[in-house]
């Protein structure tokens, strides 16, 4: 299970969503991604992930498409072992 979503750093609902997913799916593959000039307001704790920081569109989509292609390319590794 794969899940993708831009965060504004004020919102904690949804850093607990993150944090569950990470802690109790350990299948999940959680995609954090923000906005260059919001990362420096995003809690410690969310900093220490693997997070995508992007300055433009183009960026993000390149991004996501090279760390989505790496995901694939792990689980396809996985089942083959």
Known sequence: MEA???MPPTIYKLFYLVHHA?????SFFVIITYRK???ANV???LQQCKN?????EDDLYKKLKTRIAGTI???YEVIES
């Open 4 to 6: 993708i979503h831009s």
């Open 22 to 26: 990470l802690m109790t799916k350990p």
């Open 37 to 39: 000039s919001d990362f």
């Open 43 to 45: 809690h410690f704790d």
């Open 52 to 56: 995508i920081i992007w300055e433009n």
């Open 73 to 75: 390319i792990k689980l």
